[in-house]
Structures are given as C-alpha cells and as structure tokens.
C-alpha cells in the first residue's frame, strides 16, 4: 500500500466515525419540531397584529336598484317630479315589476294625473289579481274619477283579500261618506277602529257620526 493509498483509507475512517457520531447523537432537525415557537403567539408566516382588518367591496347594486333608490330619496323629500324621472327609467327595464308599478302609482296620484294611476295598478292586477294595495289604490283613484260603482267592488276586494288590515276599510269608509251612505261609512270607520286603535281620524269620524 502507497503512503497516498493509506492517507485515503485513514481519511475514510475518520469520515465515517464522524457520520455516525453524528447520526446518533440526536443533534439534527427533526421533522415537525424544525420549528419551535419562542413566544405564545409566534407565527410561521402569520399575522399576528391583531388591529389587521380585511374588508370585502359592497355588493354593486343594478341599474334597477340604483333608481329605486333615487325615487326613494325623492319620496322622502316628496319631490315627486324626480321621483317619477327615476321610476320611469327603472320600468323600462322592468316593465312588469310590481314593486316599482305600486311606487309609480303613489307619484302618479300626488301628480294628479290620475287616468295614468288608473292604467298602473290595472296592469298590476293584470299581473296579481290578489294584489290588495293594487285594489285599494284602484279604488281610490277610481272614486276621485268618478266611477263609485267600481271603487265599491275594489274596495270591498282589498278587504276581501286582506280583512285584518285597518287602513282597508278607512279608505272605503272615506268613499261611502263622500257619497252620503253614513250608517255604512260609520261601521267601517268603526272597524278600522277596531283593528287599528291609533286611527285617530276614524275615531274622529266614529265621534261625528253617532
């Protein structure tokens, strides 16, 4: 053996002793401990401030949506002129929407221009013929046209359809004393009354009728 030979294998010896020392000695980083926190609330790739918000954007709300809103805030001003701008934008893209039908109503009336209140709630009961506010609205704007008869059978449906509703038979009282037909105009007054003891005009009209 050459003296470079035996340098190799002594090389080799003390490699190999060092490896094993190692490898039995417990001193390498074992799998799931590599880490070990130092303090309670230490994080690998955390957030640990607790004043870190996330926030997700507001729902965009549609066309629609946007002009009910406009027409809403207009209602509130009882600015009916802007009112109607943003419901008769919003009912050429849903036509058909009784929500946005039954508001349209409302300005029409506060407008006076009845005869177009008139076609509105008869298309939406065209759509829901048991739609109770449609038949009351109907109703009204019917008795302000002059055509009593018809009111009367819308009047008497609204209540019909919803007979726990005071407001129902207020409005129809209302009609039955503009035409004279107090002893009728008084039970229903009464009856709103009934249902309903915050009516402070049908206990008015109660007191002046008996």
């Known amino acids: 053996m050459s003296i470079f030979q035996f340098l190799l294998f002594i090389i080799s010896i003390i490699v190999f002793v060092l490896f094993f020392k190692q490898l039995f000695s417990g001193a390498f980083p074992k799998r799931g401990v590599d880490f070990e926190a130092t303090r309670d609330n230490e994080q690998i790739g955390g957030i640990t401030q607790m004043d870190k918000t996330f926030s997700t954007p507001a729902p965009k709300l549609s066309r629609v949506e946007q002009l009910i809103y406009m027409a809403d805030e207009a209602l509130e001003k009882r600015d009916f002129t802007e009112a109607d701008k943003a419901l008769s934008s919003a009912l050429i893209l849903e036509k058909d929407n009784i929500e946005l039908l039954l508001k349209y109503g409302f300005v029409l009336i506060n407008m006076n221009r009845l005869q177009e209140a008139k076609e509105v709630y008869m298309q939406i009961l065209s759509l829901n ?5 449609a038949h009351v609205s109907l109703a009204n704007v019917l008795h302000q046209l002059k055509e009593d008869d018809l009111a009367i059978e819308h009047h008497k449906k609204a209540i019909e359809l919803d007979p726990t509703y005071a407001p129902h038979y207020f409005n129809y009282a209302n009609t039955l004393y503009d035409l004279k037909r107090m002893d009728e105009a008084l039970e229903n007054y009464k009856k709103a009354l009934e249902l309903d003891p915050s009516l ?9 009728l008996s």
């Open 129 to 133: 013929p048991n739609e109770d506010m």
């Open 200 to 208: 402070e005009e049908a206990s008015r009209m109660v007191k002046e």
